[in-house]
């Protein structure tokens, strides 16, 4: 998500920070959350910690990242969403608490989007737990999770790595990354061509975001991707908290509306989806044509 104008990325902070509040009061206020683990809530389950200049761009508090300025921080927005009042109320005192802050961060996260090989795609070799399901049970019936953890008791090692975890940002705002299919098409297959290039053992290609739920990302993508779906734990990553940005970087008000008038239900769930890169190059062959992705012959 990037915008040229600080005012446009100042009032997507602002609304963002009040949405977040909004819910961890929610959460409380239904028993989904005990109000002694507010700060905590304030940490895992919105996205308020990287709108603010003690982010570092690679450290996160929610996956366990120590900060213990945030810790203060959070403890005192904690205080007030527990404090009583009407949430709209605690909404506007929470936000004018960070606004200092929140200020200190806009120029880092204001400018021209960056340069990528692949567009709005990046991508990283995956890791043990990348197709958990929810709780104990997701980690313990996840046979790739379960197959490193018993590796690494055993001493013998991580394995091959045969994942390949895609992250996709829109780098061509203010316009939609969808206005031209058959560039994106190019680039995941570029993508793809060169991680079977850098890393021949790979052989699946893993998304965890609310995009699984758009039609023309989906469209990239063959059947099986969309049927092995597996819904992601609820937390303060942007797979579940992007939704609420619009292609220009601004706040996203219509979803917003509708997450604060369905209890906090939100409109587009996250999905962790995959499928065999070989089935994707064959999809993206026949549907969008070999020929319009020069230099990315990609062998199966």
């Not at 990046?122 to 197959?147: F, M, P, S």
């Not at 206005?179 to 052989?203: C, F, N, Q």
């Not at 989806?273 to 993206?284: D, F, G, N, T």
Request: aromatic share 12%; net charge positive; with cysteine.
């Amino acid at each position: 998500m990037w915008t040229l104008d600080p005012d446009i990325r100042r009032r997507y902070v602002r609304e963002t920070v009040k949405l977040g509040v909004w819910y961890v009061h929610r959460l409380i206020e239904t028993g989904a959350v005990a109000s002694q683990q507010a700060a905590d809530a304030l940490t895992r389950r919105v996205d308020i910690y990287r709108l603010t200049p003690l982010w570092d761009g690679t450290h996160d508090t929610a996956s366990g990242y120590k900060d213990p300025a945030w810790n203060r921080m959070a403890r005192d927005l904690a205080a007030l969403v527990t404090g009583g009042g009407p949430v709209a109320e605690i909404e506007e005192r929470a936000l004018a608490y960070l606004a200092p802050h929140l200020e200190a961060r806009v120029a880092r996260d204001v400018g021209p989007p960056p340069v990528r090989p692949f567009g709005c795609f990046t991508y990283e070799l995956g890791w043990a737990g990348i197709g958990d399901r929810q709780g104990l049970l997701g980690k313990l019936t996840n046979v790739v999770h379960l197959g490193a953890w018993l590796r690494k008791k055993a001493g013998m090692g991580q394995g091959t790595n045969r994942d390949v975890a895609l992250h996709v940002m829109n780098v061509k705002a203010p316009r939609s990354p969808f206005e031209d299919m058959d560039e994106l098409a190019g680039d995941l297959r570029r993508l793809m061509a060169e991680a079977r290039e850098r890393h021949p053992g790979v052989e699946e290609l893993w998304c965890n975001t609310w995009l699984n739920n758009h039609g023309k990302f989906l469209a990239l993508f063959p059947a099986v991707w969309r049927e092995n779906a597996i819904e992601q734990p609820k937390g303060n990553f942007r797979n579940w908290w992007g939704q609420f940005a619009t292609r220009t970087g601004d706040f996203n008000f219509e979803l917003a509306e509708r997450f604060r008038t369905s209890g906090g239900e939100f409109p587009f769930k996250a999905y962790t989806c995959h499928a065999p890169m070989v089935e994707i190059e064959r999809h993206l062959t026949a549907n969008f044509g070999e020929a319009k992705f020069p230099g990315a012959n990609f062998r199966g």
